[in-house]
């Protein structure tokens, strides 16, 4: 049936024409944006997931903005340790030239001290951005990446402990912090006596010292002032020894043992009244007094813990004096342990810096992984947006003649009527 006051073929192309048309903007807004998924109305779960891929990019960027600032920092101090290390090297030529008679010793200790003062400087110059590696303080944790779980977003750093190299800061302990009474261990030893204390599993950054006290303790051989005061080790600051990174207890053992031998050699005390060995992680004392109502109590005392790392490791070269031929024999097994020291901050930075460096690397490509499946997501796909234009072109042409020649269907019933 035909009628003038409704047309079904005009309707059904008018709206295939519509929907034609509509498709047709759709891939123009694609082709012009770029984006297939501009908004969330385009697709609400493509939009969202995008979004929180693009603000995680944007995190990346900015964590790799501090790997670049952290690595430059410990670049810096990678290079000024092994800068040091080479003036320590410096160093012990001019000791090993000092153990010969006959050298002017003085000249050599003013060479020495010059070096010592370069190190110093090298020490308080080797900062970027305001941190320096090489001076004591907190340990500093740079931003390495970012965690997303189930549970929301956390963050996580690579750890860079300070190596602090400066001499005055490794330990300054005040008069009275070694009190009687107080240390891990504790022994007295009477008359002629061995007694031995082993050290515990050390703690990096932890001041180590032995501490002294005494009723009597042969006072004629041993300096009043320093060991024979009664309930207090006053000695026990100068013979002290700070837990570096990686030191096992036998390495602990052996600075104590060292420190002093080094305090009796600077006072002019007497071994044969107490002496210090270490074997391994135990240090053996050996008292000789004479009189078996003398005492000597020796402890192992430790000095405040923290989670910093202090290396020390200049703090013997700064303190080496080859003026005595005593002074310069002690200086060489002194700038050893410096050098070895030094060498052991440098590897501790290098392998920081190469982590950093890997990081860095690992950032970059998960931030490129992250950004094409950002673009797979949302991103017009040219080649088919182009191809689909050109048909739904085709179609609207297509449509237009349809809805036409529908439209042209009411005028045919006019001929009906005409005579």
Same mark, same amino acid.
């Given at each position: ?183 891990? !261990? %504790?022994?007295?030893?009477?008359? *002629?006596? #061995?007694?031995?204390? /082993?050290? &515990? +599993?050390? =703690?990096?950054? @932890? ?69 210090? !060995? %270490?074997?391994?992680?135990?240090? *053996?004392? #050996?008292?000789?007094? /004479?009189? &078996? +109502?003398? =005492?000597?109590? @020796? ?78 997501? #949302? ?41």
């Amino acid at each position: 049936m035909s009628s003038i006051n409704f047309n079904k073929s005009a309707l059904v192309a008018l709206d295939t024409l519509k929907g034609i048309s509509k498709n047709l903007s759709e891939i123009q807004s694609q082709i012009a944006t770029g984006k297939k998924v501009d908004s969330a109305k385009d697709n609400a779960a493509i939009w969202a997931i995008s979004k929180v891929m693009e603000s995680d990019v944007d995190g990346f960027a900015k964590i790799n903005e501090s790997l670049n600032l952290g690595a430059s920092s410990v670049a810096v101090a990678r290079a000024g340790s092994e800068q040091i290390e080479g003036l320590l090297e410096d160093m012990k030529g001019l000791i090993i030239a000092a153990q010969e008679e006959g050298q002017d010793r003085d000249k050599l200790q003013t060479d020495i001290d010059r070096l010592n003062e370069q190190i110093t400087s090298i020490i308080d110059a080797a900062q970027f951005n305001g941190v320096n590696l090489l001076k004591g303080g907190d340990a500093v944790n740079i931003l390495a990446s970012l965690d997303r779980s189930a549970s929301g977003l956390a963050t996580s750093s690579i750890r860079v402990d300070r190596q602090d190299m400066k001499a005055e800061q490794v330990v300054d302990t005040a008069a009275g912090v070694y009190a009687a009474g107080t240390g891990a !261990s %504790a022994a007295t030893l009477n008359a *002629t006596q #061995t007694q031995d204390i /082993t050290v &515990g +599993t050390p =703690t990096a950054g @932890v001041a180590y010292s032995i501490g002294l006290t005494g009723t009597d303790a042969d006072s004629s051989a041993f300096v009043p002032a320093t060991y024979t005061t009664a309930g207090t080790a006053t000695g026990a600051a100068n013979i002290a020894y700070v837990a570096r990174e990686g030191d096992t207890a036998a390495d602990v053992a052996a600075g104590l043992a060292a420190a002093y031998a080094d305090y009796v050699a600077d006072n002019g005390l007497d071994t044969d009244v107490l002496n210090v !060995s %270490a074997d391994g992680a135990t240090l *053996t004392f #050996t008292s000789g007094v /004479t009189d &078996g +109502t003398d =005492t000597i109590a @020796v402890r192992l005392d430790t000095v405040t813990s923290d989670d910093n790392v202090a290396s020390g490791a200049v703090t013997d070269a700064a303190n080496i004096d080859v003026t005595t031929t005593e002074g310069a024999a002690r200086a060489l097994a002194t700038i050893e342990r410096a050098i070895q020291a030094t060498v052991d901050v440098a590897a501790e930075f290098g392998s920081a810096e190469k982590r950093i460096s890997n990081q860095m690397e690992f950032v970059g490509r998960l931030m490129d992984a992250m950004k094409a499946g950002i673009s797979a997501l #949302t991103d017009t796909d040219m080649e088919e947006a182009s191809a689909r234009l050109q048909s739904l072109q085709v179609q609207q042409q297509l449509g237009v003649q349809a809805l036409s020649i529908a439209n042209a269907s009411p005028q045919q019933l006019l001929s009906l009527f005409r005579s």
